[in-house]
């Protein structure tokens, strides 16, 4: 699970499920001028709890895991950001229904209000049902709710210390071990300095040799595919990690994961190169 694929609209259904437990436990509807000792809350109504609360709180926890995980599995051939979605819009809908009736089949004789915990439980549910739709239609819902890490800055006097996974580390050409004999140890796109001894011959290589390998982190979680041309993802590119292009494939990339898996990047779109 990578958190840091959420995304903003993740963090608006994350604060509207929160919202909606808290409301759970507050009064259901205004009992002032009743005869009423003891007003029930949502946990005394099952419909109620499973119809707004308890389905709000649900939904939320599909859309955020369709995102964290990297391969997210299938409700009945569903996607679970598309049940939570359509649960969220559920939701809002009955949310609507128990805002106008609040006593539901209870009859005090004479109308009852809302109380504070259906009120703030109608406007959880519309934030979920919003936060829901827009994160599929609103670019900027999808964009990473966390930033990219950076690097930690080097010790005064000291060199910046580089590793997998950032633009500054200092990384040996793609296809050449560290430590190699006989191999001038170059970062990539560097240049042979005077005095130092210049490679021989280069053996042939395979198409795609003059590609210079880069670091790049993708804007939105993008689906890594087989470099056998299979449909089925191999794993998810998340944001605000970066990873490593090996080689052009047509418009898309051939892109390296940080435990080795290799796949084609399609969508090169937006990416942000180290």
């Known amino acids: 699970m990578n958190i840091r694929s959420l995304t903003r609209g993740d963090g608006v259904v994350i604060g509207a499920a929160v919202l909606l437990f808290i409301a759970s436990f507050l009064d259901t509807f205004d009992c002032s001028g009743n005869n009423c000792d003891d007003v029930p809350t949502a946990w005394d109504n099952?419909?109620?709890l499973l119809g707004v609360y308890l389905a709000g709180i649900i939904a939320a926890a599909l859309?955020?895991?369709?995102?964290?995980?990297p391969q997210p599995p299938?409700?009945?051939?569903?996607?679970?950001?598309?049940?939570?979605?359509?649960?969220?819009?559920?939701?809002?809908?009955?949310?609507?229904?128990?805002?106008f009736d609040p006593a539901g089949p209870l009859d005090f004789g004479e109308?009852?209000?809302?109380?504070?915990g259906l009120i703030l439980g109608f406007i959880a549910a519309l934030a979920l049902a919003a936060g829901a739709v827009c994160s599929l239609i609103v670019p900027a819902f999808r964009a990473p709710?966390?930033?990219a890490p950076r690097p930690a800055p080097a010790p005064y006097g000291g060199q910046p210390q580089g590793g997998y996974g950032y633009p500054g580390a200092q990384q040996q050409p793609y296809g050449v071990q560290p430590g190699q004999p006989g191999q001038p140890q170059?970062?990539?796109?560097?240049q042979p300095q005077a005095g130092q001894p210049q490679p021989g011959p280069a053996?042939?290589?395979?198409?795609?040799?003059e590609f210079t390998p880069f670091w790049f982190a993708v804007p939105v979680a993008r689906p890594l595919y087989g470099e056998d041309g299979s449909p089925t993802p191999i794993a998810e590119l998340a944001p605000g990690t970066w990873y490593l292009a090996v080689e052009q494939r047509g418009p898309g990339l051939i892109a390296q994961t940080q435990d080795g898996r290799r796949g084609v990047l399609q969508d090169t779109s937006g990416i942000q190169r180290g």
């Open 46 to 48: 099952g419909t109620l």
């Open 203 to 209: 053996a042939p290589q395979k198409s795609g040799a």
């Open 145 to 147: 709710l966390l930033g």
């Open 111 to 116: 109308s009852v209000d809302a109380g504070v």
């Open 63 to 69: 859309i955020a895991l369709s995102h964290a995980l």
């Open 74 to 99: 299938k409700v009945i051939g569903l996607d679970l950001g598309q049940v939570g979605v359509a649960l969220a819009v559920f939701t809002a809908w009955t949310a609507i229904g128990a805002i």
């Open 186 to 190: 170059q970062p990539y796109g560097g």
